[in-house]
């Protein structure tokens, strides 16, 4: 069963750090990019920041560039994301997502199939 | 940036009735290789967003053909046809243009029964 299952949400101050993870199973996770996607309460979707499968270069939306750093662990199929410098305004469900697809020869996008369930932050003095 | 814009935010529909949601780029979403990287999401009350539609037009696995993604270029549209009590929720346009550098949703559109 392909699956995204994310951890490490909770309750901060502002000015505070998390470090949220996302495990990946049931896929060849080495060979995709992984994405992070956040849902402020009542909000819309927001693209956070991406990590290619191929030379783990990462890109960040200009909301969080400086403060938020992705990376990954092929060796335990894992995607974090270190929250730092956190703002009232970072407060979110966090989603990490399956993106597009590096078999080694070639790169395939077939939409971003596969979420997380989500994981919440909350940024509150 | 690109910008994407979803017209009506709001869609009330009756059980078997079609639905159509409009998406709007600021730039063009046609690749030079041939593809359109603009795609559909739905998102479920309480749930994480799930794909629907994939390069303008592809349904995503387990998608019934009453959904049915076109396009090109700028515009693009979203037809639900014979619209079900399952189908409601908050639908999503995005771009995936610069993939994996950046990705751009737009509004949301509301479908209700």
């Known amino acids: 069963q392909v699956q995204l299952v994310e951890s490490g949400g909770g309750f901060v101050k502002p000015g505070g750090s998390l470090r949220l993870s996302c495990a990946g199973s049931?896929?060849?996770?080495?060979?995709?990019?992984m994405t992070w996607i956040r849902q402020a309460p009542g909000k819309g979707l927001e693209w956070l920041s991406s990590?290619?499968?191929?030379?783990?270069?990462?890109h960040y939306a200009d909301s969080v560039k400086g403060r938020f750093t992705i990376s990954r662990d092929n060796a335990k199929s894992s995607l974090f994301l270190e929250l730092n410098s956190l703002r009232v305004e970072d407060t979110a469900t966090y989603y990490c997502?399956?993106?597009?697809?590096?078999?080694?020869?070639?790169?395939?996008?077939?939409?971003?199939?596969?979420w997380g369930q989500g994981t919440t932050v909350t940024v509150s003095s | 940036d690109i910008v994407m814009t979803q017209s009506p935010l709001s869609l009330p529909v009756s059980p078997g009735e079609s639905a159509t949601i409009s998406c709007r780029s600021s730039?063009?979403?046609?690749?030079?290789?041939?593809?359109?990287?603009l795609d559909w999401y739905l998102q479920k009350p309480g749930k994480a967003p799930q794909l629907v539609i994939y390069?303008?037009?592809n349904r995503a696995f387990g998608v019934p053909d009453r959904f049915r993604g076109s396009g090109l270029d700028k515009d693009f549209t979203l037809k639900i046809s014979r619209v079900e009590a399952e189908d409601v929720g908050v639908y999503y346009c995005?771009?995936?243009?610069?993939?994996?550098?950046?990705?751009?949703f737009g509004q949301g559109t509301k479908l209700e029964i």
């Open positions: 390069l303008g037009s």
């Open positions: 049931g896929f060849r996770f080495p060979e995709y990019d």
């Open positions: 997502v399956r993106g597009g697809h590096f078999n080694g020869y070639s790169f395939f996008y077939y939409g971003m199939a596969v």
């Open positions: 990590i290619t499968s191929r030379d783990y270069a990462s």
């Open positions: 730039e063009s979403l046609h690749h030079s290789n041939g593809f359109i990287y």
């Open positions: 995005m771009q995936a243009l610069q993939t994996p550098a950046m990705y751009t």
